[in-house]
């Protein structure tokens, strides 16, 4: 059975309105019932995850209890003064086994351009430290500004509708430092395999999109998927599994 | 034994199923493949299994009414049994909507598909042909149905209206899944149809609770979604594995069975 490495889950977050906060033991549940070795979590919901310090704070206090989980927190320009310097945030989130950061400048409101967030970026680049980016969060032509000013920066798409094909290939393309997370509602007719074939398939990383979606969908989706398996076995968690050995400690 | 789930976290073949997708699309749209989207969507299929899909025009483009039926017919031709054929019926002359439902159920077609997003309501005039000759041959209808957007809330008085129609409302459970319970418990002759992109956690569970086991079908909506991300919602779902085969089989294959010739 292939070993998968979830790129793209997370537990703890909250919608307005909606009384169900999903939790890491439902999370954990799923991914023992599924046979997911292995995710990378955020804070989500992130729709009500106003106090990023609080939230990665609890996120670091849950993934060192649960070795299955590796935490991805969420950062943040720091010109304000009221989170840590983005190098104490870097620093904080490698010591506690961080292995990517996630950047909502839509949720969290600040900007990317390098007057706001420029430092930011340069220190997750200098270290290497996979930067996560659910779709709404960003306009396509943001990413590939980012792409280019930070060429050494790994930036992994996420959460990206099944209508975005026309931009997504030329996008990543383009930027060799670009990744796709394939998690729900990445459904696109032959999308994987279209994919690999186009920009290849270690730039494709298995997810799921728990817990705004069921994980099986994106299982099936790969598993069924008309690739070689060595290309199935850089999707499910090799590729992932790279990209956070290049991290710089 | 292994169970479906286990089938499908290895990528086994599903085939001993018989599993018929109430909701596929041929033709061009905003997801861009290169070859004949036919022989893209068999192969979609065979990578799982799969062996029967219903389809309809993808291209939103009705007024191109004949002209999208007959890729569908060619298909269907071409495939027998792989793929069979709603008519895609454009509102706008029901004199034309009436022969080309006639025409293409004497091809072999074996039920008619609406969709909301070409601007026209379900009860528009100009369906009605479709629906009144679906009520006489018990076809199924298949009709864009997502939660949020118009189309629903008209289901009721159709429902009453053509009481032998089989009302396959496309997309339960992509949100506001209580909308399409509270339709489903109130019309006997309306099935929910599974297939959405967002693969919205816990809805075949929640739809499996709340309405008819026998009144839930499953669909891909593949070309544009990707079928095996569809199936693994109903695979990988909460419930008894007769369930899964019976909304993964034994339900399409009913209400497809009862057409009147």
């Known amino acids: 059975m292939i070993e998968l490495f979830d790129a793209q889950a997370g537990f703890g977050g909250a919608r307005p309105g909606q009384p169900w906060i999903p939790t890491v033991e439902e999370l954990l549940g799923h991914m023992e019932r599924l046979s997911i070795s292995r995710a990378l979590v955020r804070t989500d919901f992130e729709e009500m995850d106003g106090n990023v310090p609080l939230s990665n704070r609890m996120l670091y206090e849950t993934c060192a209890t649960h070795r299955s989980l590796v935490p991805c927190p969420s950062v943040l320009p720091a010109a304000c003064g009221d989170v840590p310097s983005e190098q104490e945030q870097i620093d904080e989130l490698i010591r506690n086994g961080g292995c990517a950061a996630t950047a909502r400048p839509n949720r969290d409101s600040w900007s990317i351009a390098e007057w706001c967030s420029g430092k930011l970026f340069s220190i997750l680049e200098e270290r290497r430290v996979p930067m996560l980016c659910r779709q709404a969060n960003f306009e396509f032509e943001a990413i590939a500004d980012l792409?280019?000013?930070?060429?050494?920066?790994?930036?992994?798409?996420?959460q990206v509708g099944y209508r975005h094909q026309r931009v997504l290939v030329p996008l990543m393309k383009a930027f060799s430092n670009v990744y796709l997370a394939i998690g729900s509602p990445y459904s696109v007719h032959r999308g994987v395999e279209s994919m690999?074939?186009?920009?290849?398939?270690?730039?494709?990383?298995f997810g799921t999109g728990f817990p705004s979606s069921d994980m099986m969908p994106a299982i099936t989706m790969l598993t069924y998927a008309e690739i070689s398996d060595s290309d199935r076995r850089l999707i499910a968690s090799g590729n992932l599994d790279r990209l956070i050995g290049g991290i710089r400690k | 034994?292994?169970?479906?789930?286990?089938?499908?976290?290895?990528?086994?073949?599903?085939?001993?199923?018989?599993?018929?997708?109430?909701?596929?699309?041929?033709?061009?749209?905003?997801?861009?493949?290169?070859?004949?989207?036919?022989?893209?969507?068999?192969?979609?299929?065979?990578?799982?299994?799969?062996?029967?899909?219903?389809?309809s025009s993808l291209e939103c483009a009705g007024f191109r009414m004949e002209a999208c039926n007959e890729v569908m017919y060619q298909a269907t031709r071409k495939y027998p049994g792989r793929l069979l054929g709603y008519v895609y019926v454009w509102p706008g002359d029901p004199k034309a909507v009436r022969a080309e439902v006639e025409r293409r159920l004497k091809q072999g077609f074996v039920g008619v598909k609406m969709l909301i997003l070409m601007g026209y309501d379900y009860t528009y005039p100009g369906y009605e042909p479709a629906f009144e000759i679906g009520n006489?041959?018990?076809?199924?209808?298949?009709?864009?149905?997502?939660?949020?957007?118009?189309?629903?809330?008209?289901?009721?008085?159709?429902?009453?209206?053509?009481?032998?129609v089989s009302f396959v409302l496309a997309h339960?459970?992509?949100?506001?899944v209580e909308e399409h319970i509270r339709v489903a418990n109130e019309c006997e002759n309306t099935y929910l149809e599974l297939c959405t992109s967002t693969a919205t956690y816990r809805a075949v569970e929640t739809l499996v609770e709340s309405v008819p086991l026998e009144r839930i079908v499953w669909g891909a909506d593949d070309m544009p979604l990707n079928m095996s991300h569809q199936l693994g919602k109903v695979l990988g779902a909460q419930i008894p594995e007769e369930a899964k085969v019976q909304i993964l089989s034994t339900n399409a294959r009913r209400i497809l069975n009862q057409s009147r010739k």
């Open chain 2, 136 to 164: 006489e041959r018990r076809l199924p209808v298949l009709l864009h149905t997502y939660g949020g957007q118009k189309g629903l809330d008209e289901i009721p008085t159709l429902s009453s209206r053509y009481k032998d």
């Open chain 2, 1 to 55: 034994m292994t169970t479906l789930l286990e089938k499908g976290r290895l990528g086994k073949s599903l085939a001993e199923y018989e599993i018929v997708d109430m909701h596929a699309h041929l033709g061009r749209w905003s997801v861009p493949w290169k070859e004949s989207s036919a022989e893209h969507l068999i192969r979609a299929m065979d990578r799982s299994g799969v062996k029967t899909s219903v389809v």
């Open chain 1, 147 to 158: 792409a280019k000013r930070y060429p050494a920066l790994p930036i992994v798409l996420f």
């Open chain 2, 172 to 176: 339960a459970g992509a949100q506001k």
């Open chain 1, 196 to 205: 690999t074939e186009q920009v290849g398939a270690e730039r494709l990383l």
